[in-house]
């Protein structure tokens, strides 16, 4: 399904005077015979070369609603290592519908939670690890206290049987109308799948940077570019060649904050024709359109468990106190496949270079599973199937960054969802792919969630 990065590109060149703007018929030089929607009459249309940068469950969706739209073959996925080698592979894959309701985030997550019931019809609730489930408080002590004649609680009937260990408290968060769960992985790849079987492709390869030209006066697309240091996205680099690009998605979950040197521009007012470039561009002469941008990464480990006996649609929120006083929160997400998924021990740490490099350590993984074999007998002696870490990306306001980059027409942003990026993905996707195929997000305002708060006071409105 992985192609490598070699088709119609030129290699990029690094001196920033040989950055050439390309011919206006270049500009957005990939037409298609596309069909309006509902429309049979086969009238040429003109779409923009998009790139999307990621191929976690941010770029996956953004990538499948760009197809609903009918923008497949525009659509080019950049992927460094596999797709859902990330966080996207390895979350637990809980879904609320107004768990996020107190936050910026509530509406996007609400119109996020319905957009999984579709889409597990249209993928296929079974292929995708989709069901309703019910959701528990679990309070559990690794010794229970002294003098108690039971460790289980009365009005605690709703714990399922499985849950046999030292429960000392519990309440109900959530049932099968407001809380569900999918299997991240088989999602995330489930979407990619979806745009790829219409026509996008799916690119190995490291993105390194973007391509921008300033932008002076109007443009030949009739936008009006005017500010001092506008510019706009002309490609985007992956392994060292130039992909022609009108449009650019980064969705590279925490690795994303390296956007904040890639978009640049001039410093000064003129409009001499400077390009970001990455690594080529010359920090010295240039700002970066989002000063503000931090995109940071908080490590949890998890482990898949495969217990003998089957366990019920139960997800557990628990809290766990160690004999020694310590006290963990791990999540235990029983599945559809018969698996029981468990994450826990987060970590502050700096997000290595790549996915490739993060760093499993077995006692972190060992303690977790402990924890859950003391609240459940079943889960204590269960093969371990899987052993993993991951990275949940976080801006510094802790809320995602979703939306068009001020000043740069053609580039966006898509990342920041802390824990709710499985959930949130649909909305995300579907409100990219509305503000690139129709200028603006209509399904949901975003706008409290726009790159535009980094901008350092430079409120930008681009349009892509
Ligand atoms: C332990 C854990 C449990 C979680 N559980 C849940 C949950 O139950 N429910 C929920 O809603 N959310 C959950 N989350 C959060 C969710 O997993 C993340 O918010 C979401 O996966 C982020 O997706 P993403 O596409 O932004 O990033 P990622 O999944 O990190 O994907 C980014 C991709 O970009 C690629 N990339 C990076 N740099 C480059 C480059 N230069 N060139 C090309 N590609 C690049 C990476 O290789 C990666 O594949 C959990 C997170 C963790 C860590």
Redesign the pocket.
């Known amino acids: 399904m992985i192609v490598r990065a070699t088709f119609g590109a030129t290699r990029i060149q690094t001196n920033r005077s040989r950055l050439q703007r390309p011919p206006a018929d270049r500009r957005y030089a990939l037409k298609l015979q596309a069909m309006a929607s509902g429309g049979q009459g086969g009238s040429e249309r003109t779409v923009p070369r998009i790139v999307i940068?990621?191929?976690?469950?941010?770029?996956a969706a953004t990538a499948h609603y760009l197809a609903e739209k009918g923008f497949a073959e525009a659509v080019t996925v950049?992927?460094?290592?596999e797709?859902?080698?990330?966080?996207?592979g390895?979350?637990?894959?809980?879904?609320a519908l107004d768990w996020n309701d107190d936050s910026p985030v509530g509406p996007m997550a609400r119109l996020s939670y319905r957009l999984h019931e579709q889409l597990a019809t249209q993928l296929g609730a079974e292929r995708v690890g989709y069901r309703a489930v019910h959701t528990l408080q679990v309070i559990g002590v690794e010794k229970p206290p002294a003098g108690g004649s039971s460790t289980r609680l009365r009005g605690s009937e709703k714990l399922p049987d499985w849950v046999d260990g030292h429960v000392v408290g519990m309440s109900e968060m959530g049932d099968p109308t407001d809380t569900a769960q999918v299997h991240?992985h088989k999602l995330t790849t489930a979407l990619l799948e979806s745009a790829v079987t219409r026509g996008s492709r799916l690119l190995q390869?490291?993105?390194?940077g973007l391509q921008l030209e300033e932008m002076a006066g109007r443009d030949d697309t009739g936008v009006e570019a005017g500010k001092a240091g506008a510019c706009r996205v002309t490609g985007v680099i992956v392994d060292g060649v130039v992909i022609p690009a009108d449009v650019a998605v980064i969705?590279?979950?925490?690795?994303s904050g390296?956007a904040k040197e890639w978009l640049r521009t001039s410093a000064g007012s003129g409009n001499d024709g400077i390009g970001a470039s990455g690594e080529a561009a010359d920090c010295s002469a240039s700002r970066s359109l989002l000063p503000g941008l931090t995109i940071t990464g908080q490590k949890?480990h998890?482990v898949v468990l495969r217990p003998h006996k089957p366990v019920t649609n139960h997800m557990l929120f628990t809290g766990f106190k160690y004999a020694s006083g310590r006290l963990v929160e791990p999540e235990v997400?029983p599945r559809p496949d018969g698996t029981v998924y468990v994450?826990g021990e987060p970590q502050t740490l700096p997000v290595p270079p790549?996915?490739a490099e993060v760093h499993v350590e077995e006692q972190l993984g060992n303690n977790i599973r402990i924890v859950a074999g003391s609240l459940a007998s079943c889960l204590a002696q269960a093969p371990v199937e899987t052993l993993q870490a991951?990275?949940?990306?976080c801006a510094p306001d802790g809320l995602p960054v979703i939306g068009p980059v001020p000043q740069c027409q053609g580039a966006f942003l898509?990342?920041g969802?802390?824990?709710?990026?499985?959930?949130?993905?649909p909305a995300t996707g579907l409100v990219l792919a509305e503000m690139i195929a129709e200028g603006r997000s209509s399904s949901c305002d975003v706008t409290a969630l726009s790159p535009s708060r980094f901008a350092g006071g430079r409120q930008g409105n681009a349009r892509p």
Not at 53 to 59: E, N
Not at 83 to 88: E, G, H
Not at 90 to 95: D, M, Q, S
Not at 417 to 425: D, M, R, S, V, Y
């Open positions: 940068c990621g191929g976690g469950i941010i770029g950049v992927e460094r290592h797709p859902a080698c990330a966080a996207s390895k979350a637990g894959g809980f879904l991240p390869g490291r993105v390194e969705a590279m979950g925490p690795w390296v949890y998890s997400y994450c790549s996915a991951c990275y949940l990306p898509a990342t969802h802390t824990c709710w990026g499985i959930l949130n993905a």
